[in-house]
């Protein structure tokens, strides 16, 4: 499944409507017609107000992107957001009143510990856990070789991707070796430094490669598995579009219960 995990989309598209909903409560509040107090904020509205609005689509993307650096930007934003709430609530607490203050209050404090799971914040930190982010691989049979200081051992490669591949070799290399990596595509010698991640066990010695490239072989890859899709080859795995992933979603929250929190497995080297 190439969609991020459903939860964390569906949080970033509340937070994406922020500000439709603070200026509607605003203009509800003062009994006063939507468009008309929105043309009233734009106009006359200090920058701090749309600054503070701002942090809503800010919070979103931090949200969607599931970087590194996504965890405390979101993190300041929730608690810039519970402080201005406080604002609020001191100088207007007869419009924001003392529930509605710890309401929201008790939100962003569900929020920051919903974020706080191991399994939400791995997807933060750890990339390998971004399975969304991973390419296509094609299967394909091309022989190559893997050099190991001086010694050279014949190998054949099972699928391949722009930043990896899946390979059988003649003898056993241990996880963390980095080889340097040979092999002949589309009448294309590249080589290229390879680092073994995963190995798996079978009838021959089985490994997942994770390239470290140059700017140039990054290059020359991206060209040949472009070319590999143009000639039809198919990848091993056709994502769904995202309307079924989204389906299946729901499906299983209903029957199971399971689906708050997102199941973030490392995603398959072979």
């Known amino acids: 499944m190439k969609t991020r995990p459903w939860p964390i989309v569906l949080l ?19 009994d006063t017609p939507y468009f008309r107090y929105l043309s009233f904020l734009m106009t006359h509205a200090p920058w701090k107000t749309l600054a503070e609005l701002s942090l809503y689509p800010l919070a979103a993307f931090a949200i969607y992107s599931v ?41 962003n404090a569900l929020l920051v510990g919903y974020f706080l799971i191991p399994a939400v914040r791995a997807a933060y ?27 050279v051992t014949p190998c054949t490669v099972q699928n391949i991707s722009e930043g990896g591949s899946f390979i059988t070799a003649e003898r ?7 080889v340097d990596f040979e092999l002949i595509i589309l009448e294309q010698r590249l080589h290229i430094t390879a680092k ?3 190995s798996q066990p079978g009838t021959a010695w089985c490994y997942g490669l994770q390239f470290h490239h140059t700017a140039e072989t990054e290059r020359k890859m991206k060209r040949a598995v472009k070319a590999l899709k143009l ?25 199971t219960g399971k689906g708050f929190v997102p199941d973030v497995p490392k995603p398959p080297t072979s």
């Open 231 to 255: 000639l039809g080859l198919r990848p091993r795995t056709v994502n769904p579009p995202w309307w079924d992933s989204l389906r299946g979603w729901v499906i299983t929250l209903v029957k």
């Open 125 to 151: 930190f750890n990339k390998r856990l971004r399975w969304w982010e991973s390419k296509p691989r094609y299967p394909v049979q091309l022989s190559g070789s893997l050099k190991l200081g001086e010694t």
């Open 196 to 198: 073994v991640v995963h």
């Open 12 to 30: 970033a598209f509340i937070y994406l409507l922020g500000p439709i909903y603070n200026t509607w409560s605003g203009a509800q509040v003062l």
């Open 67 to 107: 970087k590194g650096w996504s965890y405390p930007v979101y993190l300041l934003i929730l608690g810039l957001d519970s402080f201005q709430k406080f604002q609020d609530w001191r100088h207007f607490s007869r419009l924001f009143t003392l529930p509605m203050f710890l309401g929201t209050i008790a939100l």
């Open 172 to 178: 056993s290399f241990i996880l963390g070796a980095l």
